[in-house]
Nanobody, 118 residues
Framework: QVQLVESGGGLVQAGGSLRLACAAS????????MGWFRQAPGKEREFVGR????????YYAESVKGRFTISRDNAKNTLFLQMNSLKPEDTAVYYC???????????WGQGTQVTVSS
């Protein structure tokens, strides 16, 4: 059974940085595309970015482009989200997800809280 566990969230001041990690287990990590989503209080879950199986192709939401970077270490079954120049509007619970193709995600982590103070 696939399991995704996020870590690295916390409280940071605006302009600061955080690095989230998502540890995967239960299936061959490199066979699946990965993504990050987030959900702020009172809002729907929104797409943050995604990465190909090899890690060579990434795509980001306009709201985070140029500030966030997704990477993966297939040898360590881990997905990362480097977040720089954080803004208060980045405050949300961040979720990693996995699937056989983009948009066809079938596994989700429990989420990690990111809070950016102004």
């Amino acid at each position: 059974q696939v399991q995704l566990v996020e870590s690295g969230g916390g409280l940071v001041q605006a302009g600061g940085s955080l690095r989230l990690a998502c540890a995967a287990s239960g299936r061959t990590f490199s066979n699946y595309v990965m993504g990050w989503f987030r959900q702020a209080p009172g809002k729907e879950r929104e797409f943050v970015g995604r990465i190909s199986r090899s890690g060579g192709i990434t795509y980001y939401a306009e709201s985070v482009k140029g500030r966030f970077t997704i990477s993966r270490d297939n040898a360590k079954n881990t997905l990362f989200l480097q977040m720089n120049s954080l803004k208060p509007e980045d405050t949300a619970v961040y979720y990693c997800t996995s699937g056989i193709s983009y948009g066809n995600y079938d596994a989700w982590g429990q989420g990690t809280q990111v809070t950016v103070s102004s």
